[in-house]
């Protein structure tokens, strides 16, 4: 019975790939990618002819299917990285190698680069799918080359790429059957990055000033200097007149925010003072009832006052002072009477009046 293999698909680009051949690619991991030997390479175990299809299911892991992918690398770009992932994907047991161009024949057939060969290089090296490093690589690919380098399989993109005399220069490894397709990443690549900076020169050259790059470095002049500088001041004061904006606003809506909060208290207590109010001099208010209280018994009082009291002792004459002789009687019309002091009275001295008529009748 023969033992399966186990497998797991990689999470990008769904290709399968054994766990155990793997393991040695742990080491791109932790390390820069190898310089290839200019040589022979490194792999000692046999070297056959294989297919796309044994390749595909898979060889034992001292002999990995060995990859070629090729090209400039100027500018190192996420659209770079996803067309190695998936060179190194496209089989199990992938050993990738990746030629990168020189300065000389890069400037001669395509044109001058932003980085240099070297710098290229080391981008490379850096790459977590890239196992060897292959400097100065040629512009087309050789059956000698191939030999050389143990190659199984060329990894590119299936557009035609025209250059140097040729309508596509890997058009003899497809005959071969040598050549496996990538596809590109849209929307990024070496040019448009170029061109994002032309376009935009002007901001990218005020930048480098403003973070201390000469004018000479910039390859910028006098004039042009000046004007720059002077834009990044100008840009300074938006910023600080921005951010005093941006302040004034969050201070006048503290100030609104407070004064709402002002104004509600004062209703909420105006409120409370009007109810107050109302519950002490309303029309039905406690006021009202104390004073309703008083008054019945002011009224009361003045109706109906305290008896002063019937049986006063009588005085105690002194023994030195005989008592004065009684003075004559007078008739009741001489003397005007007194008012009287109350109710009660008066009806005693109207009954008094009365008796005395009856005596002289």
Known sequence: MVKQRRVRAHPCCGVVA?????????????????????T??????PHEKLTIAQARRGTP???????YADGIFDLFHSGHARALMQAKNLFPNTYLIVGVCSDELTHKYKGFTVMTEHERYEALRHCRYVDEVLRD???????????KHKIDFVAHDDIPYSSAGSEDVYKH????????????????STSDIITRIVRDYDVYARRNLQRGYTAKELNVSYINEKKYRLQNQVDRMKEKVRTVEEKSKHFVYRVEEKSHDLIQKWEEKSREFIGNFLELFGPDGTWKQVFQERSGRMLSYALSPRESPCNSPPRELSPLRSPSP???PTRWHSARPSPPTSPKGASASISSMSEGDEDEK
């Open 18 to 38: 054994p766990l155990c051949c793997r393991r040695g690619s742990m080491k791109t991991l932790t390390e820069p990618a190898i310089f290839a030997r200019e």
């Open 40 to 45: 022979s390479c490194d792999c000692l175990a």
């Open 61 to 67: 892991v001292d002999r990995p299917v060995r990859v």
């Open 137 to 147: 690589a040629p512009w087309t690919l050789t059956p000698e080359f191939l030999e």
């Open 173 to 188: 490894i497809k005959e071969a059957g040598m050549f496996v397709p990538t596809q590109r990443t849209e929307g990024i």
């Open 326 to 328: 009684p003075s004559p």
